[in-house]
């Protein structure tokens, strides 16, 4: 860590630096420290072939955003441009996932960016992407656990059907456009904790039946979205691709501010660029691979080919269907809570809604699975460096060899949250928690060709440094186009971490011990 960098935080934070001298927290873990843990008898099972790779990145991509976040996107930001806010966020996740393939070729172990960070920019950084990363996985299992419910009670409400009311949502709400909370009369969101619960007993069964699992979810919601570009085709009429952009081609904010574009309700920009930064969650996702890297088969190869290849074909899909629903209805008219399947609704297509409903509970399964699969994988990387209690966050089960204990942890964390909060207040969290963890890797990428050159690296960035800066610069965009707020939360959620990484994780750091 350049010693300016040292100076400025020792000066920033000078009550900290008489007690804890935190300039031994920019060490960095050896990458041949990295590579012989690999070769340690502790380890997961490598059970994951290629395909079950791009299976679990394509279980964790395709799901809220290609089922709801389009209907939102299109009728309030950028209306049938939306494709191209596909494209861009599409673009901009293509740059960062070059830049995990290479180090998940280089370093195929738990952690993802944590354990990337670790290498090249040190201790404290990689204690912070990895409490981000715990913020990521965290918060958007919830909100996807919430949103498993929402459709859950609409299918079997198709049927005449349906649960007491006090069970049916959180009971508390927040109405982002007032800033009000108010209570709702209900007690709880059962079926959230349902299938909160019902995923963590997949889960800590073992890495191969929920892999599994996943690939047959897969198989049925590829199914249903094919089914939606080429039926929906049918009823395409170009006119309704007019205006093409009626919000404009721009939309980026600076802390809350407008700097480009227009504005819209409650001053937020709107745009093709605020719609990017809108639908960036749904490509949440590819990254979760890189959690996966010490469960996969000739991790070198395979792990590289099944983030791009999934990143790549849910890009394909997710603006194949964007195009399809914006021509279907007037962008005005597409309904913003359940976009596809009342747009073949409002076409006539009334069948449609039966098969489009079971196919989004079907995702956002899958993508709720992935998710939680990959929170303790993170835990499992920081206690094995002595940052967290390893006696709970780094057991492994002995029969199923899989981090038992914090995946049983992070299942009633999932289901407290999505059953008792307003996940509204929260869910923009899981795009800035995630673009910050892209900027990490894509500077990694240009630290380590620097320090490292030697490194043998199966799959290497092209165009290098070009895609990395991009990577860097396209996030950054991405990540000034949210509003205000959520940097306010980010940055308390960081110093929490901060705070526990004084008093616990630099003492018990293995580093730490190995130095003494």
């Given amino acids: 860590m350049p010693s300016f960098v040292q100076e400025w935080f020792f000066l920033s934070f000078p009550s900290i630096n008489p007690i804890v001298p935190l300039k031994n927290s920019f060490r960095k873990k050896p990458l041949a420290l990295l590579i012989e843990e690999m070769k340690s008898e502790h380890r997961l099972n490598r059970v994951l072939g290629p395909l079950a790779l791009t299976s679990l990145g394509i279980g964790a991509i395709i799901g809220t955003g290609i089922f709801v976040l389009i209907g939102v996107a ?57 409490w981000d990363l715990i913020l990521e996985y965290g918060i958007a299992s919830a909100s996807v656990a919430h949103g498993w419910s929402h459709y859950f009670q609409d299918f079997i409400g198709i049927f005449g059907l349906g649960i007491p009311f006090v069970f049916t949502k959180a009971p508390i709400d927040f109405d982002p456009s007032t800033g009000v909370m108010s209570m709702t009369g209900a007690w709880l969101d059962l079926p959230a904790v349902a299938i909160a619960l019902i995923v963590t007993t997949v889960l800590v069964k073992g890495i191969k039946e929920s892999a599994g699992f996943n690939a047959g ?3 049925v919601k590829v199914a249903i979205v094919l089914l939606v570009i080429f039926l929906g085709a049918m009823y395409v009429k170009p006119e309704n691709w007019l205006p093409f952009a009626p919000f404009g081609y721009s939309g980026i904010s600076l802390f809350g501010h407008t700097i480009a574009g227009d504005t819209g309700a409650q001053g937020a920009p709107v745009g093709v660029l605020a719609g990017a930064a809108m639908i960036f969650y749904a490509y949440i996702g590819f990254d979760s691979i890189s959690t996966h890297a010490e469960e996969a088969k000739d991790p070198n190869r395979t792990v590289p080919f099944a983030i791009i290849a999934s990143l790549l074909i849910c890009t394909v899909l997710y603006i194949a269907v964007a195009a399809v629903i914006t021509g279907m209805l007037p962008y005005n008219q597409i309904n913003i809570d359940a976009p596809v399947s009342n747009a073949f609704k409002q076409v006539g297509i009334g069948w449609a809604q039966f098969v489009i409903s079971l196919g989004a509970i079907t995702g956002i399964t899958s993508v709720l699975l992935v998710l939680m699969l ?56 899981v795009n ?63 110093i929490i971490g901060l705070l526990i990484y004084i008093f616990y994780g630099r003492k018990h750091s293995i580093l730490n011990h190995t130095e003494k």
């Avoid at 441009?81 to 998940?104: D, N, P």
């Avoid at 002995?398 to 307003?422: D, H, N």
């Avoid at 396209?474 to 990540?479: D, F, I, N, R, Y």
């Fill in 74 to 130: 299109a009728h309030d930001k950028a209306g049938p441009a939306v494709t191209l806010s596909f494209a861009i966020a599409g673009l901009a996740c293509i740059f960062a996932a070059l830049c995990y393939a290479e180090f998940a070729s280089m370093v195929p172990v738990a952690g993802s960016a944590y354990t990337y960070a670790y290498a090249t920019l040190g201790e404290l950084f990689a204690w912070i992407i990895g």
């Fill in 217 to 219: 979810m897969v198989i």
């Fill in 374 to 429: 990959s929170q303790p994988r993170i835990f499992l990387a920081m206690a094995r460096d002595g940052l967290l209690p390893k006696s709970f966050f780094g057991a492994v089960h002995e029969k199923f060899r899989t981090p038992w204990k914090s995946t049983i942890m992070t299942g009633f964390f999932v289901a407290l949250l999505s059953a008792a909060l307003p996940l509204r207040l929260l869910a923009e969290l």
């Fill in 432 to 494: 800035i928690g995630t673009l910050f963890a892209f900027v990490i890797v894509c500077g990694a990428v240009l630290i380590m060709r620097k320090s490292h050159p030697d490194v043998e690296r199966p799959f290497k960035v092209p165009l290098v440094p070009f895609v990395p800066v991009m990577g860097i610069l396209t996030c950054l965009v991405l990540m000034f186009s949210l509003p205000a707020e959520n940097w306010y939360r980010l940055v308390v959620w960081l």
